[in-house]
């Protein structure tokens, strides 16, 4: 529906960069999953919900709440980059450096993690969703063509990169002329789109670095044997595992499947309590 409903009905995120943008909205949200999950409107579960890392008590305390009115009997908190690495499958209950990199729709964790918690960590507002809008910027200074999200998504996902390609491929693409105000066609290659990425990816690439400088000496070295991860959905842009790997000089791999790290993390992590904050006291 997004870019799609007519003026009678409004598309809204209730969730924008990690963290609540509407709480009644959010609310609402999570009462219909809860009720999808337990068909009984007296059974109030257990609910564990992933925050970025770094995320204020406000905001923490916001998610609780709404979780609680939405119907859950106990809510627990996981950071996203904890929740990644169980869901990768990764120990991370050994003395020993782990390196994660989710990549998110609205934010970016990076975390480098031992003995079950976070040791250092950084979050940005600069993932996937920056990726459509690079899309969409470049699209309307270059040629003059008003975009909508789901096409700059499908030119991500197609053709976009941050890695020059072995061949240069394009995409037809349609969208509403500024200058004439009528609908047009244009093709947009990979490499037009690798360029409009680069503002994107040397933040991530900023961010990485700075995970890096300030993590333990013996941590480093454990990251330097074993390489680092990187999940979510932005980790499927192309290169981008290549991209990092040359600017950090370590061996960086995608998940098998970073889509979906998170999830399966946050739900390995309710047989686990002990690696998650218990934010009811």
Request: with cysteine.
């Amino acid at each position: 529906m997004l870019g799609r409903a007519h003026e009678a009905i409004q598309v809204v995120r209730p969730l924008s960069d990690g963290v609540i943008s509407d709480y009644d909205l959010t609310e609402q949200m999570l009462k219909y999953f809860i009720a999808r999950v337990t068909r009984n409107k007296f059974f109030k579960p257990r609910v564990m919900i992933c925050v970025p890392s770094g995320v204020t008590e406000v905001e923490q305390r916001a998610v609780r709440d709404a979780a609680l009115q939405a119907g859950a009997k106990k809510v627990k908190l996981i950071e996203e980059p904890l929740a990644a690495a169980i869901g990768a499958d990764l120990d991370i209950s050994r003395p020993r450096g782990i390196f994660i990199i989710d990549i998110g729709g609205g934010t970016t964790d990076i975390a480098t993690i031992s003995l079950s918690d976070i040791v250092i960590s950084k979050s940005i507002k600069t993932a996937g969703d920056e990726f459509d809008n690079a899309v969409i910027d470049y699209v309307k200074k270059q040629y003059s063509l008003q975009i909508g999200v789901r096409t700059a998504e499908e030119v991500k996902c197609s053709i976009g990169c941050v890695y020059p390609r072995p061949t240069d491929i394009s995409i037809e693409i349609r969208g509403g002329s500024i200058l004439t105000g009528l609908p047009q066609t244009i093709q947009v290659r990979s490499e037009e789109i690798r360029y409009a990425f680069e503002p994107v990816v040397q933040e991530i690439i900023s961010a990485v670095k700075e995970v890096l400088e300030n993590t333990p000496p013996e941590l480093i070295g454990d990251i330097l044997e074993d390489g680092a991860l990187i999940t979510g959905g932005g980790g499927l842009v192309y290169g981008l595992d290549k991209r990092l790997s040359d600017e950090t000089c370590l061996n960086i791999r995608v998940a098998e499947d970073p889509v979906s790290c998170v999830a399966k993390g946050a739900g390995a992590a309710l047989e686990h309590l002990e690696v998650a904050n218990d934010t009811i006291m």
